[in-house]
């Protein structure tokens, strides 16, 4: 799904046109990220593609969080509840600002106190939600690379689908799903910065999890917050807040990240699981039919295109007649088309 059909159902004003690229529909970019065949994908090079096949992205968009984050059951109400706790008691966590915040916003700082603030909004969300299905954590990586690149890519910070992740974790891409970029001053907040780095990140997440249409991210420059979606159309993100003055908006939005719903983060709901095989349903001839999926056989490593994924799959009642199931994003109106042939 673009954010032409999930952001514009809840957008009160229109939304600022889109470049010339974007009106070419279906057809795909004369270049973008996926161009590179059997290189070594150095990041001077995909960086000037990425810039091209993103284009502008559109920054500022005040209904944001009510779009992405608003059918999170429960959100606003336990926000209400963790912030009232902040401003209590007495060692209050925030007062003109959150206890502990690095001023000077040096990575390594704000990377441990990010650390200790989920830790204490882990457990209260796990207090008042313990039958929560989603179990996840952040996780901190500037400094190592993190698996399932074609070239060494390093990741800040992000949210992972795995609640006991530590420090020395060995991490994937396939695992990360919340990409974040820090950056110690305000002033990074911009495209040539913290953008194009969140946005290679986010390529990285596409191109890792083949059945993620699209990715929610977030660039915290000093104490400067935007929240991100990339998708196949490019990047859109939300107001610039400051964490120290809006703490109830910094609450719900790590809150909401750890109780997303995986369709709520961008996979795919028609691609399902059972019994450790996933499958998608279709129906031929009005009879439903399941058909297993046995393996990715390609996908487009780019964020913004058609976004074409092959699998090699079999129908369920033929398990001996393999099967290409291609997708890829319908651009014109934010659905996934399906495919399947004879090999």
Known sequence: MTFGSKFTRRWRSPLPPRPAASSLQQTPWLRNTSSFANSSEHRKYVDNVLKEE?????????DFHNAYFGEVVGLEAATETFFEQCLRGSEPLFVNGWKGWPKDAKQDDVLSWFAAFNQKLAVFAEDINPTAKYKRRPLAKPNEPIDGSIAKRKMDVGFVNNSEAEKDWRCHWSQILVPGELKSNGSADKASEAWLDLGRYAREVLAAQDTRRFVLGFTLCGPM??????????GIASEQFDINKDGRRFVFTVLGFLWMDEEQLGFDPTIMTANGERFIEIKRNNIKERV???????????????????WKAHAEDSPNVPLVSRTHGNIRNGMMKASCYLR
Request: net charge positive; charged share 25%.
């Open 292 to 310: 297993i999926i046995d393996k990715v056989m390609q996908r487009a490593r780019c964020i913004a295109g058609r976004a074409t994924t092959c």
């Open 54 to 62: 993103l284009g502008p992205m559109y920054v500022g968009l005040r």
């Open 225 to 234: 917050m935007r929240v991100w979606t990339f998708d196949r159309l490019g």
